[in-house]
């Protein structure tokens, strides 16, 4: 059984940074793209961040410069570095692996 947990989250001003993990547990094999999602209060949930095991990236229009997804060489955890964070970032942010695992969330506040 594929797990991820999530950490990180929290409250923090316009402006501002905070830093995602998410480290997967349960499985030997390499999950192919990992990333994550956010969803706002009354929004659907919208892709954020993906990296493959090549370390291709693809990045939200809305985040592109300010957030950057990297990858453990060696290991299924991802790391999300969000700067410039703004009101609009607000929601709960889930890693994802493979379209098929996700992890509980965990909520990013971006508030003065």
């Known amino acids: 059984q594929v797990q991820l947990v999530e950490s990180g989250g929290g409250l923090v001003q316009p402006g501002g940074s905070l830093r995602l993990s998410c480290v997967a547990s349960?499985?030997?094999?390499?999950?192919?793209?990992m990333g994550w999602y956010r969803q706002a209060p009354g929004k659907q949930r919208e892709l954020v961040a993906t990296i493959t095991s090549t370390r291709r990236t693809n990045y939200a229009e809305s985040v592109k410069g300010r957030f950057t997804l990297s990858r453990d060489g060696v290991k299924n955890t991802v790391n999300l570095q969000m700067n410039s964070l703004k009101p609009e970032d607000t929601g709960v942010y889930y890693c994802?692996?493979?379209?098929?695992?996700w992890g509980q969330g965990t909520q990013v506040t971006v508030s003065s």
């Open positions: 994802n692996g493979d379209q098929r695992y």
């Open positions: 349960g499985t030997s094999h390499t999950i192919f793209t």
